[in-house]
């Protein structure tokens, strides 16, 4: 296991030295942002074990610090954070454009569906409710990491002053990068793929989570919202089919 530094912050090696993240690019990073010590070296002990690289920060402040000097290949966040929160830290990051397409999985004692929800609606990828199987903690980030690494080939939609970039996960307008979170970019390259067809609530639902992320019917007009809101003049192409769903004109 990598031993965690007293800040919580720097990954190191058995000499005290602090490792360089960008050696091996097949390894990937995992940062854990949770102001419990012996979850951090619970979580970095069996991802370790199956090849992760993890960094740490005890609070959201670092974390987002952390996240942009290390860009990581998937986020775990605690709720229960004094000072900032999980909520806030999500929505942090979910306006940040070099961070948005992050994946961010939630780790919390908190069960209630509104939770859940909320957390959705923010942008959070997935939801580990506490205490969890080191097993569960594995397949859940693998699961996420496999949904965002599966598209291999090259692909790109541009429409009007809008290029999407699939294989990048990038949306930019005018040259300009917008903050999407992983959930609105699938909806916008499910709509706009299908450019001019009207496309159900339920098939949205289905393009929002990917293989089996975590999206349901009763989050797709805040997504749809949000999209919109990012997109500035442009989110007048997504338009609203009363009673049927949503079509990019």
Excluded at 14 to 29: F, H, V
Aim: net charge neutral; charged share 30%; glycine share 6%.
């Amino acid at each position: 296991m990598l031993p965690i530094t007293e800040n919580n912050i720097e990954p190191v090696n058995d000499s005290g030295k602090a490792l360089n993240t960008g050696e091996n690019t097949e390894m990937k990073t995992i940062l854990v942002i949770d102001d419990e010590k012996d979850l951090i070296k619970l979580v970095d002990h069996n991802l370790s074990k199956e090849g992760f690289l993890v960094v740490s920060a005890r609070n959201g402040a670092d974390g987002i610090e952390i996240a942009k000097k290390h860009r990581p290949n998937l986020i775990l966040l605690d709720i229960m954070m004094p000072k900032m929160d999980g909520w806030e830290v999500c929505k942090l990051l979910k306006v940040t454009a070099e961070l948005a397409q992050i994946p961010v999985i939630m780790l919390t004692a908190r069960a209630q569906e509104t939770d859940k929800i909320l957390g959705l609606e923010l942008g959070a990828d997935d939801y580990i409710t506490k205490p969890f199987s080191p097993r569960e903690l594995v397949a859940r980030v693998k699961a996420v990491l496999r949904r965002f690494e599966s598209a291999k080939s090259k692909k790109q939609l541009a429409v009007e002053d809008i290029t999407i970039d699939y294989a990048g996960r990038t949306v930019t307008i005018k040259g300009k990068q917008l903050a999407l979170t992983n959930t609105e970019f699938n909806l916008l390259w499910h709509l706009a793929t299908n450019r001019g067809r009207v496309i159900s609530r339920d098939d949205l639902v289905s393009a929002g989570r990917g293989d089996d992320a975590m999206v349901i019917d009763r989050t797709i007009d805040v997504h749809i919202a949000s999209l919109r809101k990012k997109m500035g003049k442009s989110g007048d192409l997504v338009e609203t089919v009363r009673g049927v769903g949503y079509k990019f004109t």
